[in-house]
C-alpha cells in the first residue's frame, strides 16, 4: 500500500494526534504542523489534534500552538514533520509514543519512527503534506492551505531555490485552484518588515568579510546586539536575504546566543555543498542551507575555513 494511504490509515484510527517539528520554528516547521491539524479536523472534526513546541514570536501570525501535557502520550498518534534527528524535537519525547510517524525532507540523520517518509526532493515539509492530502481522503481548507503555502514559500525563499521543481509547481497550483487562498495576504504576513529590520540588513552587507574564494562570513557579538538592538535570531535570519550577490558563492552568519551561550551559524549557498561542514560542527542542514551551534568565536573561524575550502573546490570545478 502506498505510504500515504498507510499514514490516512492510522490518522483515521487515532482520536488523538499529537504533531510535532524541530526546535528552532521556522514557517514550513510551523506551516507544515498547523496546516496539517487543520486539514485533519476539516476532514474528522471530532478528533483531538495538538501541534506542540516552543512558539516563535515572529511567525506567530502562522497560528496558535497547544500545550503538551504528558497524558498525551497514551494511546495518541506522533506525526513528526521536518525534523531528520531525534534531538532536535521540540516539545516530546517520540520514544514514548506507541505509534509514531515522521514525514521529512531533510537527508535522514535518525530513524525513530514506525512510518517514516523522507523525500530530500521535496522542497518543503509543507510541500509532503500537499502530497498527504492530495493522495488520501484528506480534506484541504483554505486556512490549512495558507499556512501549507508558507510553509513552501519559506522554504523555497519565494520559489528562488532548485527544488521548487514542477512537483512543488503542480501541488501548488492545484492548491491555489481548490482554496483560492488570497496569496498577497500571506506575502505580507512573512515579508512585511520595519526600516529598522531593512537597516539590519544593511549593518551586514556593509559590514560582511568577503574571502578570495567568494565566502561571506560575519560575527555578531554581544555587543554589537546591543549597539543595533536586536537579537540573535533575528540577525541570522538576514542570511535569507543575501541569496543574489554576485561576490559570493555562500556565505554564513555568526551570532552570539546569550541564552545558551554559543555562537549561532547560519549558512547559506547557492553552489558549494555546505551541509558536510555544518555536520562537522555537530550541525546539519540541506545542502544549500544548512546551521550549527558553536563553542566560541575561535571556532567560528575554524568553520570559516572550512566552508572556504569547499567554495575553492566548487569554484576550480566551475
Ligand atoms: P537556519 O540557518 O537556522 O535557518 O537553518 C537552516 C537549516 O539547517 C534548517 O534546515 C535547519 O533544520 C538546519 N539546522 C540549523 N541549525 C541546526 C543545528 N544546530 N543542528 C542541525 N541542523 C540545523
Sequence with gaps: MNVYKRIYREIKKYQTIVIARHIGADPDALGSTLGLKDVILNTFPNKKVYTVG?????????????TFDESMYNNSLLIVLDTPDIKRVDGVDPLKFSKKIKIDHHPLVDKYCDIEVIDTSSSSASQLILELVFSTKLKLNKSGAEKLFTGIVGDTNRFLFYYSSYRTF??????????????????????????????????????????????????INQDILDELNTDVATITNIVNDLTYIKEMVAWVIFAYDKANNNIRASIRSRGPIINEIASKYNGGGHIYASGARLDNFD????????????????????
Design 170 to 219: 503542480y501541488l501548488v497550483s492545484r492548491l491555489l485552484k481548490e482554496t483560492n487562498i488570497d496569496i498577497t495576504k500571506v506575502y505580507e504576513s512573512m515579508y512585511l518588515k520595519s526600516i529598522e529590520d531593512k537597516k539590519l540588513q544593511s549593518y551586514i552587507v556593509n559590514n560582511i568579510k568577503i574571502t578570495d574564494y567568494s565566502l561571506g562570513y560575519i560575527m
Design 54 to 66: 516552543t512558539p516563535a514570536s515572529k511567525h506567530k501570525y502562522i497560528g496558535q500552538l497547544d
Design 299 to 318: 571556532e567560528a573561524l575554524k568553520m570559516v575555513e572550512d566552508l572556504n575550502d569547499v567554495c575553492k573546490t566548487y569554484l576550480d570545478k566551475i
